[in-house]
T-cell receptor, first 112, second 115 residues
Framework: DAKTTQPPSMDCAEGRAANLPCNHS???????VYWYRQIHSQGPQYIIH???NNETNEMASLIITEDRKSSTLILPHATLRDTAVYYC?????????????FGAGTRLFVKA | ETGVTQSPTHLIKTRGQQVTLRCSSQ?????VSWYQQALGQGPQFIFQ???????GRGNFPPRFSGLQFPNYSSELNVNALELDDSALYLC??????????????FGPGTRLTVL
């Protein structure tokens, strides 16, 4: 019951911008889009989230389309340490509450 | 500020046994979620506890159960272990129960191997 779709893998040259797309065409009006990443054998790490405006923090920028059906995570200057699986997530209603559904994510390879 | 911690880091059990995994949430967080991550897959939601009550459950059988304590730490219990239960078990804490408004902070996980 994943509500997001992402490409399975992407490559990026070190020092260049990495642009990771995500489709979330069924997103509701009050649902945020969250991005996490998981470096091999570690727990997922929060990156950024947004509702409808573009967002930027020290790690990344998030661009959300005007219709909110897709978004792009931008790592402005990718380093080898950014090699990881990146997950785009929206919440799903669940009995008595909500749950976070992770899809398969995008495996980003940053190459020297 | 202490992050999310989990114990043990690794565990080996045999089929049919029972296991208890532990999680200490980040200071000030009242919500804990548990996930199972099989090799090469994304984390799968097991359940969530908010202020000691379960308030969301994924598609896992009843032999997966949990507890949250007054200090908001948590346990995941799995009975009658099966080979397919071999996975990385992740705990995540957050300040509130709705993941729409609260980012989750994950622990390093417990690697469970069932033989």
């Amino acid at each position: 019951d994943a509500k997001t779709t992402q490409p399975p893998s992407m490559d990026c040259a070190e020092g260049r911008a990495a642009n990771l797309p995500c489709n979330h065409s069924t997103i509701s009006g009050n649902e945020y889009v969250y991005w996490y990443r998981q470096i091999h054998s570690q727990g997922p790490q929060y990156i950024i989230h947004g509702l409808k405006n573009n967002e930027t923090n020290e790690m990344a920028s998030l661009i959300i389309t005007e219709d909110r059906k897709s978004s792009t995570l931008i790592l402005p200057h990718a380093t080898l340490r950014d090699t990881a699986v990146y997950y785009c997530i929206v919440r799903v209603a669940n009995t008595g509450g909500f749950k976070t559904i992770f899809g398969a994510g995008t495996r980003l390879f940053v190459k020297a | 500020e202490t992050g999310v911690t989990q114990s043990p880091t690794h565990l080996i059990k045999t089929r049919g046994q029972q296991v208890t995994l532990r999680c200490s949430s980040q200071s000030g967080h009242n919500t804990v979620s548990w996930y199972q991550q099989a090799l090469g897959q994304g984390p799968q939601f097991i359940f969530q506890y908010y202020r000691e009550e379960e308030n969301g459950r994924g598609n896992f059988p009843p032999r997966f159960s949990g507890l949250q304590f007054p200090n908001y730490s948590s346990e995941l219990n799995v009975n009658a272990l099966e080979l397919d239960d071999s996975a990385l078990y992740l705990c995540a804490s957050s300040l509130g129960a709705d993941p729409n408004y609260n980012e989750q902070f994950f622990g390093p996980g417990t690697r469970l191997t069932v033989l």
